[in-house]
């Protein structure tokens, strides 16, 4: 029960790599405000309540600031604090750069970058009412290494690195933390909608030989909202398997 007591936002926690960071999280004990698009958010905050911890959903865009208002204002006046932020919502269109229209890159700079920007400025004021506090960006091997074809898409996790180091000297006066997660190829719906010949190439470059989980990135995600984590901030962690790029 690594997180019993404390509080928790996860964005994008409808499915993948969102929905199964929190429930990791409540599986140790953490309350959760979990927000999502899609309307499947409400029954998986229903599912995930127990005894000893409240889950509640809030649907909406983060695009949209006022989605962004809500959720903070949501934990706030259900749980009176925030411990932990997982920044996780994302898209991805691949392409080509010489075949990338602006409109995808738009919407992927609005949702992996500004949208964490955002909601972390929000909810920065509550954490530093309590001078604690873990922020976790989710970020990619597309960031760190570079992945051929997702060069938009590897930019806006680029930038998400450059803003957890930021942030992370920032805040650690005040007892915040922010590290972020860089994620290989995890079997999730966004890579399933991948060419099948890219996504096969992507397995193979795997040196440890298997497509990584949605729980192994949860694992990370635990550690880093935890206490045993408790003098960590400011890292980027892959979670790749010795992929090779």
Same mark, same amino acid.
């Given at each position: 029960?690594?997180?019993?007591?404390?509080?928790?936002?996860?964005?994008?926690?409808?499915?993948?790599?969102?929905?199964?960071?929190?429930?990791?999280?409540?599986?140790?004990?953490?309350?959760?405000?979990?927000?999502?698009?899609?309307?499947?958010?409400?029954?998986?905050?229903?599912?995930?309540?127990?005894?000893?911890?409240?889950?509640?959903?809030?649907?909406?865009?983060?695009?949209?600031?006022?989605?962004?208002?809500?959720?903070?204002?949501?934990?706030?006046?259900?749980?009176?604090?925030?411990?932990?932020?997982?920044?996780?919502?994302?898209?991805?269109?691949?392409?080509?750069?010489?075949?990338?229209?602006?409109?995808? $890159? #738009?919407? +992927?700079?609005?949702?992996?970058?500004?949208?964490? %920007? !955002? =909601?972390?400025?929000? /909810? $920065? #004021?509550? +954490?530093?009412?309590?001078?604690?506090?873990?922020? %976790? !960006? =989710?970020?990619?091997? /597309?960031?760190?290494?570079?992945?051929?074809?997702?060069?938009?898409?590897?930019?806006?996790?680029?930038?998400?690195?450059?803003?957890?180091?930021?942030?992370?000297?920032?805040?650690?006066?005040?007892?915040?933390?922010?590290?972020?997660?860089?994620?290989?190829?995890?079997?999730?719906?966004?890579?399933?909608?991948?060419?099948?010949?890219?996504?096969?190439?992507?397995?193979?470059?795997?040196?440890?030989?298997?497509?990584?989980?949605?729980?192994?990135?949860?694992?990370?995600?635990?550690?880093?909202?935890?206490?045993?984590?408790?003098?960590?901030?400011?890292?980027?962690?892959?979670?790749?398997?010795?992929?090779?790029?």
């Amino acid at each position: 029960m690594l997180l019993e007591g404390k509080v928790a936002i996860v964005t994008g926690a409808s499915r993948g790599i969102g929905r199964s960071i929190a429930e990791r999280f409540a599986e140790h004990g953490a309350s959760l405000v979990i927000t999502a698009r899609s309307d499947s958010i409400q029954a998986i905050a229903e599912r995930l309540n127990g005894e000893t911890r409240r889950v509640i959903a809030v649907q909406g865009d983060l695009s949209d600031e006022v989605c962004i208002r809500r959720i903070v204002q949501t934990c706030r006046g259900e749980f009176r604090r925030l411990d932990v932020l997982v920044n996780n919502a994302g898209v991805l269109a691949p392409s080509l750069i010489g075949m990338t229209s602006l409109g995808p $890159v #738009r919407q +992927m700079l609005e949702i992996n970058l500004l949208a964490a %920007i !955002n =909601l972390t400025q929000y /909810a $920065v #004021r509550l +954490m530093q009412a309590q001078r604690s506090g873990s922020i %976790i !960006n =989710l970020g990619s091997i /597309a960031g760190t290494q570079a992945v051929e074809g997702l060069s938009a898409y590897g930019a806006s996790k680029a930038a998400i690195e450059g803003f957890t180091k930021s942030i992370a000297k920032e805040l650690a006066p005040r007892g915040i933390r922010a590290n972020a997660i860089a994620p290989g190829f995890i079997d999730t719906d966004m890579a399933r909608s991948l060419d099948e010949a890219w996504f096969e190439r992507r397995v193979e470059s795997i040196r440890m030989g298997r497509i990584g989980r949605p729980e192994d990135v949860a694992n990370c995600a635990l550690f880093l909202a935890s206490d045993l984590s408790s003098y960590v901030t400011g890292q980027t962690i892959g979670v790749d398997g010795g992929m090779q790029v």
